[in-house]
Nanobody, 125 residues
Framework: QVQLVESGGGLVQAGDSLRLSCAASGRTGNINAAAWIRQAPGKERELVAAIRWGGGSTYYADSVKGRFTISRDNAQNTLYLQMDSLKPEDTAVYHC??????????????????WGQGTQVTVSS
C-alpha cells in the first residue's frame, strides 16, 4: 500500500499563487507516475497534471497549461503542484494520486490506484 497526504490548500484571490504538496509513504516502489486530480461541485473529475516518477515527463490539461507546474522530489517522496495565476474556476478539492501507469495512459485518472484525501483550494474573484 501507498499512503498519500496532501497539504497547502487554502483560500486565495484570483491571480494569486499556491503550492500544493503530497507526501508519499509506504510501498512507493509500486508507483511510477503521480498526478493531481481535482473535483469541483457539480463538475466532472479532472486530471490537471501528471508526471512520470522516474523520468519526469509531464502532462497538463489545457485548462491549466502555462499556469500550473507539477514536480516531484524523489528523495523526499514528495509531489508538488505550483499553481500560479489562479482563477475562480480553479476552485476544487485537489487530490494527489499515484500508481503504476503506462506512459500513454498518464492522463487517465481511473488508472491511479492510490489517492490522498484531498485539499480544498478556493479562489475568490
Amino acid at each position: 500500500q501507498v499512503q498519500l497526504v496532501e497539504s497547502g490548500g487554502g483560500l486565495v484571490q484570483a491571480g494569486d499563487s499556491l503550492r500544493l504538496s503530497c507526501a508519499a509513504s509506504g510501498r512507493t516502489g509500486n508507483i511510477n507516475a503521480a498526478a493531481w486530480i481535482r473535483q469541483a461541485p457539480g463538475k466532472e473529475r479532472e486530471l490537471v497534471a501528471a508526471i512520470r516518477w522516474g523520468g519526469g515527463s509531464t502532462y497538463y490539461a489545457d485548462s491549466v497549461k502555462g499556469r500550473f507546474t507539477i514536480s516531484r522530489d524523489n528523495a523526499q517522496n514528495t509531489l508538488y503542484l505550483q499553481m500560479d495565476s489562479l482563477k475562480p474556476e480553479d476552485t476544487a478539492v485537489y487530490h494527489c494520486a499515484a500508481g503504476w501507469v503506462h506512459a500513454y495512459d498518464i492522463a487517465r485518472p481511473t488508472l491511479y490506484a492510490y489517492w490522498g484525501q484531498g485539499t480544498q483550494v478556493t479562489v475568490s474573484s
